[in-house]
T-cell receptor
Framework: AQRVTQPEKLLSVFKGAPVELKCNYS??????LFWYVQYSRQRLQLLLR??SRESIKGFTADLNKGETSFHLKKPFAQEEDSAMYYC????????????FGDGTTLTVKP | ETGVTQTPRHLVMGMTNKKSLKCEQH?????MYWYKQSAKKPLELMFV???????ENNSVPSRFSPECPNSSHLFLHLHTLQPEDSALYLC??????????FGQGTRLTVV
């Protein structure tokens, strides 16, 4: 069975500091991984997906198959990055059918 | 309105009531989903519809009954719910090889 683990429920950093949100997964096949973000009073939306290899809003995430991880990183956090972040794994190319982690609430302090 | 729209935004119902949640997408997607988000659990996939056909039911109790009359509309019919069913119910849609687009959810409280 597939599973996604986000070990930190809460993460707090100061503005300008680096931030890393951890995500580990278990899946026997070839995974497709995503990060979703939910800002206050806004809907859940895609932040990035590993196959795109993009940097969105300064965030990057590298799939490490050896460590079965997909950590989300940003070198300099901004206050507007404060939100709930979900790591998700999909077992096929249809992005809606994802298994989500429990989420990490990121707070960036001024 | 473009995107995925859910109504109502908030719903309070008794355990003997029957109510329905509605989801509408104007994105031309062919797949729609219901998720449950509660305080103590991660997002849980409930139902998947592809081209109006239900392709997945993740062991959801029969008191939740989905309906997909066309590829733009999705309903979740609720009947004799329990207090533990109180949660945020999210609808999403997608096209093959695209990300999921979520609605803002319906906050359901069962009393």
């Amino acid at each position: 069975a597939q599973r996604v683990t986000q070990p930190e429920k809460l993460l707090s950093v100061f503005k300008g500091a680096p931030v890393e949100l951890k995500c580990n997964y278990s899946y026997s096949g070839s995974p497709e991984l995503f990060w979703y973000v939910q800002y206050s009073r806004q809907r859940l939306q895609l932040l990035l997906r590993h196959i795109s290899r993009e940097s969105i809003k300064g965030f990057t995430a590298d799939l490490n198959k050896g460590e079965t991880s997909f950590h989300l990183k940003k070198p300099f956090a901004q206050e507007e990055d404060s939100a709930m972040y979900y790591c998700a794994l999909d077992r096929n190319t249809n992005a809606g059918k994802s298994t989500f982690g429990d989420g990490t609430t990121l707070t960036v302090k001024p | 309105e473009t995107g995925v729209t859910q109504t109502p935004r908030h719903l309070v119902m008794g355990m003997t009531n029957k109510k329905s949640l509605k989801c509408e997408q104007h994105l031309g997607h062919n797949a729609m989903y219901w998720y449950k988000q509660s305080a103590k659990k991660p997002l849980e996939l409930m139902f998947v519809y592809n081209f109006k056909e239900q392709t997945e039911n993740n062991s959801v109790p029969s008191r939740f009954s989905p309906e997909c009359p066309n590829s733009s509309h999705l309903f979740l019919h609720l009947h004799t719910l329990q207090p533990e069913d109180s949660a945020l119910y999210l609808c999403a849609s997608s096209q093959e090889d695209t990300e999921a687009f979520f609605g803002q959810g319906t906050r359901l409280t069962v009393v």
